[in-house]
């Protein structure tokens, strides 16, 4: 089992947080408890943690020691060199942060000024981050409400305590109105019974009461009327020290027994990570990536709020795992992708289960291929977070791409043009084709090449659409200037051009597509510049790209078999 897969296994994730693609071979049922560390783990992680150095043991036993997940700790001191710890602690806030494109994650800077102010607020002869208030305040945040008795003293007990007055040690009562993971209206008492500062988190709101043991005194509102014992305060059965209110709890004592050991269990544990559905992604990249790949995106008009945005994945068939059976070899990729906001909301996600298969007679050669893979998905134009995992079911392996997506807006006004896409085939598809599938954008596949690099024996796709030329108002058609040029560095290599009459191109949006022969080019590198020029509104936009000409055969990629497409 591969150290991701372990590391995943450690972390307990079902299918659905990262999508069955990836996943659903490995990942135990929710229902199972997450499994814990073996005796050999174990022993490893107790000489890991010996040999670290002192910056990393001090963030990992006082800096993150309330906020550190268990199996974070865990992936944490199975990690072998200082390069993969500094990730690891980069991921760790990249995690937490509510805007992960930000150079500074404004959940560290906010965690380490709750640290300062703990040691600064509720320090009592030992650090105030190592104090029950600090632990509670460094973990969830400053309360929403704060009763406070710095003092003790006369106290008037409300009548959910059983009424009545008595005389409290110093306490203080927090109010959260909303925790995630905990619920609403969550309160939280602590005690100082030695008056020393020294206040601790409790479950019994009846430690409080400075006269809880001394006879006659501090009674109740039962008691005082003789229909209560004192004594019975110390025969309950649901963890508290409380007097008996009016009408009875016993039936209630269980139950909230069990309220208030959940809750004091959950408070201290550490809150959930915000963007949880991540932690599969992150992990694997704090552990190590190992499938490489290529990818890119590219941006086409749909209307002024939509944009199409085709993701497009190459991998090497030499990256994949093969299974030999009965002389054909076998490989299958859980491919899996997400977009979200930068708040972390999903807006989109793609997965697929894909095949590669060769007899023994091509499978050699095979390996010098490449396989590629698209998926177009509409987004509306912002920024955004793409997440990219890739599997290799045979070995475990996992590549993974955390990026940012900048999705532009197109004006409905202003002449503008997609993505300039170089590609290897340009086609038409059948009409009940257009629009679906991989590579096909609108009536044509177009495959992107995805590295850029052609031979001579090749042809050169070009693929742009221009959107917004002003049309004549009495020849219903635009007059527009399409001029295409090639440079090897400053010289200039071909130029052409050709109108949107030639192209019987008649609307306010035209599409370019054209194989561009690069027999009679030298190897070497180039840039394909496209200019298109409206006549009519006397607006220009430039698209260009860089391309490479060998004189060697170069292998085409070949496109993933998707069953069922």
């Known amino acids: 089992m591969s150290l991701f897969t372990r590391a995943l296994l450690a972390f307990g994730l079902s299918a659905t947080l990262i999508g069955s693609a990836v996943l659903a071979q490995e990942a135990p049922p929710a229902s199972q408890p997450k499994p814990k560390p073996n005796r050999e783990t174990k022993k490893k992680m107790k000489q890991v943690y010996k040999e670290l150095g002192e910056a990393y043991k001090h963030w990992l036993d006082q800096e993150v020691i309330y906020i550190i997940l268990p199996e974070e700790r865990t992936v944490f001191l199975q990690l072998s060199t200082n390069e993969e710890r500094e990730q690891f602690i980069e991921q760790f806030w990249l995690r937490r942060s ?5 150079p500074d994650s404004d959940f560290k800077e906010e965690h380490y000024r709750r640290i300062a102010y703990a040691n600064e607020r509720y320090a009592s002869g030992v650090p105030g981050w190592k104090t029950d208030r600090g632990r509670i305040y460094i973990m969830w945040g400053k309360p929403d409400e704060v009763e406070t008795h710095p003092a003790g003293g006369p106290y008037e007990r409300p009548m959910s305590e059983g009424g009545g007055s008595t005389t409290t040690y110093p306490f203080e009562i927090w109010t959260y109105r909303y925790l995630e993971g905990i619920g609403t209206n969550v309160e939280l008492e602590f005690v100082d019974p030695s008056g020393s500062g020294e206040y601790h988190l409790t479950m019994d709101p009846g430690e409080k009461d400075a006269l ?22 110390f025969r309950r059965s649901d963890g508290t020290s409380l007097p008996t209110t009016l009408g009875g709890d016993a039936g209630r004592q269980a139950s909230k027994e069990f309220d208030r050991l959940q809750l004091y269990a959950d408070i201290q544990r550490p809150p959930a990570v915000k963007f949880r559905d991540l932690e599969a992604l992150v992990t694997s990249r704090i552990v190590r990536d190992q499938v490489h790949f290529t990818w890119r995106t590219d941006y086409l008009k749909v209307a002024s709020e939509s944009v199409l945005v085709p993701v497009t994945i190459q991998i090497p068939n030499s990256q994949l795992s093969y299974q030999n059976k009965e002389g054909v070899h076998s490989a299958l990729l859980n491919i899996y992708g997400r977009v979200s906001t930068l708040t972390g909301r999903v ?12 007899p023994d007679s091509l499978f050699q050669q095979s390996l010098k291929l490449s396989s590629i893979y698209q998926k177009i998905v509409p987004l509306r134009p912002g920024l955004y977070r793409l997440d990219i995992v890739i599997k290799d079911v045979q070995s475990g392996n996992v590549g993974v791409v955390n990026s940012r997506l900048a999705v532009p807006r197109f004006e409905d006004d202003k002449l ?23 590579f096909v954008l609108g009536s044509s596949k177009v495959r992107p090449r995805m590295d850029a690099d052609f031979t001579t024996s090749e042809k050169l796709g070009i693929y742009l659409q221009v959107y917004n030329l002003k049309v004549d108002e009495k020849t219903h058609r635009p007059n527009g200037t399409v ?14 051009q050709e109108t949107t009459e030639e192209m019987k191109q008649t609307g306010e949006q035209i599409t370019i597509e054209r194989l561009l022969p690069l027999a009679t080019f030298a190897p070497g590198k180039y840039t394909l510049e496209v200019s298109t020029t409206d006549q009519i509104a006397h607006q220009t936009i430039s698209k260009s790209a860089e391309f490479t000409v060998k004189a060697a055969p170069e292998v085409k990629a070949a496109a993933i078999a998707v069953p069922g497409r």
């Open 98 to 102: 509510s805007n992960p494109d930000l």
């Open 483 to 496: 001029f295409y040029q090639v440079k090897k560095g400053e010289q200039k290599v071909m130029s052409f």
């Open 347 to 358: 807006v989109q996600t793609f997965e697929d289960s894909v095949s590669r298969a060769y």
């Open 416 to 438: 503008s043009a997609s993505s300039l896409i170089l590609a290897d085939q340009i086609e038409r598809v059948p009409a009940k084709q257009i629009g679906t599938g991989q």
């Open 212 to 233: 809880k043991n001394v006879p006659g005194a501090g009674l109740s509102m039962l008691e005082s009327m003789g229909m209560a014992n004192k004594a019975d305060r």
